[in-house]
C-alpha cells in the first residue's frame, strides 16, 4: 500500500499528516492532469512564436482541444479504467467503481483548473 506522508511546521508545533494510498492517487491524478493542461498549452505555444502565428490564441486552442487527452493519460490509459468499471457494473463490485469515477472527477478537475489558469494567465473572459 502507497501512502504519502506530509510533514507541516506551524508555530514551533509539528504535524504529520498520513494520505491512504486511495488519497494519494487522487492527488496524483490532479496533478498530472494539470501538469499535461499547463506543459502541452505552454510549449505547444512555442511552435506558434516560431512559426510566426499569435501564441495565446494558440496556447488557449490547444488547451480546449488537448483536455480529455490530458484526462485519459492522467488516469493511466482507459481499459484498465474500462475494465474496472466493466467489472463495477457486472460483477457488483461497487466500491472499485466508486474509487474509479472518483479518480475520473479529479482528472477533469485538474484539466479545468488548467484551463482557468490559462484564462487568468491571459486575461481571457473565457
Given at each position: 500500500?502507497?501512502?504519502?506522508l ?8 509539528r504535524r504529520?499528516?498520513?494520505?491512504e ?6 492527488i496524483?491524478?490532479?496533478c498530472?492532469a494539470l ?15 516560431l512559426a510566426?502565428?499569435p ?6 486552442k490547444?488547451?480546449?482541444?488537448i483536455?480529455?487527452w490530458?484526462?485519459a493519460?492522467?488516469?493511466g490509459?482507459?481499459f484498465?479504467?474500462l475494465?474496472v468499471?466493466?467489472?463495477?457494473l ?15 472527477v ?8 488548467g ?8 486575461g481571457?473572459?473565457?
Open positions: 500500500m502507497v501512502c504519502l506530509i510533514v507541516i511546521n506551524n508555530n514551533k508545533k504529520v499528516y498520513v494520505l494510498a486511495f488519497q494519494y492517487k487522487v496524483l491524478v490532479f498530472t501538469g499535461m493542461m499547463l506543459g502541452a498549452s505552454l510549449i505547444g505555444s512555442l511552435a506558434a512564436l510566426k502565428e501564441p495565446v490564441t494558440t496556447m488557449l490547444l488547451a480546449r482541444e483536455k480529455i490530458a484526462v493519460a492522467a488516469l490509459g482507459t484498465s479504467f475494465e468499471l466493466e467489472s463495477g457486472f460483477e457488483g463490485e461497487v466500491r472499485a467503481m466508486i474509487k474509479q469515477l472518483c479518480f475520473v479529479s482528472a477533469i478537475a485538474g484539466t479545468q483548473v484551463y482557468y489558469f490559462l484564462l487568468v494567465l491571459v481571457d473572459k473565457g
